[in-house]
């Protein structure tokens, strides 16, 4: 099937729908939280499948949706909540670029196995980008901060693998038919490099 190229108003939107998405999902997070560090960080599930879905787009929403969930749920003050947007850029790149098409349809054991391994190195990776940046700008000292590693990726571990292969596999079928679907990073870069009609 040939991935349709999304309009302006569409990508817009996805933006738009992305940022609340994320922001609601972070306010749920407060239910296992620290005053300036969630534990139990449900924006999670989101950056596993919003780079398959929705690209760019998804990208801009997430930045915007995480910085809000920073200010608001975690109580950063606003010179410091790009803390959060760095962090949701480098889960969202890593899931972005290391998920292959045939792992992002979640349909076979190889596939799956692909994606909790890269949900699990996007995870790991980006715990300790959030600890360690917590400590470079004075929010946490470190011997608090490095001790919640272990705990936070135990926690976040299993709800990632579990539920993102699950919306993989139900929504994107619709997506795709609903012309909003982007795929993988390689899917998109081989879309864009494909001449538009004339």
Do not use: D
Request: charged share 10%; with cysteine; aromatic share 14%.
């Amino acid at each position: 099937m040939i991935l349709q190229r999304q309009s302006k108003a569409k990508q817009v939107s996805i933006m738009a729908m992305t940022a609340a998405l994320f922001a609601i999902f972070f306010y749920l997070s407060k239910l296992i939280s620290l005053p300036t560090f969630t534990f139990l960080y449900l924006p999670i599930i989101l950056l596993g499948v919003i780079p398959i879905w929705f690209g760019w787009s998804g990208l801009i929403g997430s930045m915007i949706g995480a910085y809000i969930g920073g200010v608001y749920v975690e109580s950063l003050p606003l010179h410091l909540a790009w803390v959060e947007v760095t962090t949701v850029i480098i889960i969202y790149a890593l899931n972005w670029l290391l998920i292959p098409r045939f792992a992002a349809e979640a349909k076979t054991l190889k596939g799956l196995i692909v994606l909790g391994s890269v949900y699990a190195l996007s995870l790991l990776v980006g715990t300790i980008a959030i600890l360690w940046q917590f400590v470079a700008v004075g929010l946490f000292p470190a011997e608090i901060a490095w001790p919640l590693l272990p705990g936070t990726f135990a926690l976040n571990l299993p709800i990632v693998v579990i539920a993102c292969p699950a919306l993989l596999r139900a929504i994107s079928p619709r997506l795709r038919a609903w012309g909003v679907y982007t795929g993988s990073f390689a899917e998109w870069r081989a879309r864009k490099a494909t001449p538009k009609p004339l």
